[in-house]
């Protein structure tokens, strides 16, 4: 955003096994059955839980602000980092250096992914991994404030560079 590389030599890891399948949003394909035919649209008993891996499918290809890599690769995301109870998901994420300037991007990044992907029936909660930032509560309160999230949304200049990060990592310009 202003030049400046928080982290110039990040560690790059590889994928995970189960990262190497494609979930429905990066091959196109609708991840929810509204967009298919169904029967009875007024059941709402048969709502399908969602797990570990399925949100981590849609978080792991984020690009990370700074590099070209995916938050995957750079392990700031891990599928042991999101916990799933009734309708609230909590990703928590770790920055490459304590004193990353991008955390908050990153974590808007999450946050914006899993609202445009996510029924809205899920609460999201995205929180940075205590003890890897030393600005964590402040980071914390930014990322879960909805002021604060719909402000940032609002800003022409944030919301190109967060389109950016949303493209799968990789195939930025």
Avoid at 113 to 137: N, T
Wanted: net charge negative; with cysteine; hydrophobic share 35%.
């Amino acid at each position: 955003m202003n030049g400046e590389v928080f982290n110039a030599n990040p560690t790059i890891y590889t994928k995970s096994k189960r990262s190497l399948r494609k979930s429905p949003f990066e091959s196109g394909q609708s991840l929810w059955i509204d967009d298919v035919e169904q029967e009875d649209s007024n059941d709402t008993s048969n709502v399908e839980p969602i797990d570990q891996d399925e949100v981590f499918d849609l978080i792991r290809s984020i690009a990370d602000p700074e590099h070209p890599n995916s938050l995957e690769e750079l392990r700031v995301v891990s599928a042991e980092q999101i916990d799933i109870g009734n309708n609230l998901i909590t990703v928590e994420f770790t920055p490459t250096v304590p004193h990353c300037g991008m955390s908050t991007l990153i974590g808007l990044s999450i946050r914006v992914r899993l609202m445009r992907c996510l029924p809205p029936r899920f609460k999201v909660d995205i929180r940075v991994k205590p003890g890897s930032h030393q600005s964590e509560l402040a980071v914390n309160k930014q990322l879960n404030d909805k002021e604060r999230v719909a402000a940032a949304l609002e800003n022409q200049a944030l919301l190109e560079t967060l389109e950016k990060c949303l493209a799968p990592a990789g195939s930025q310009e």
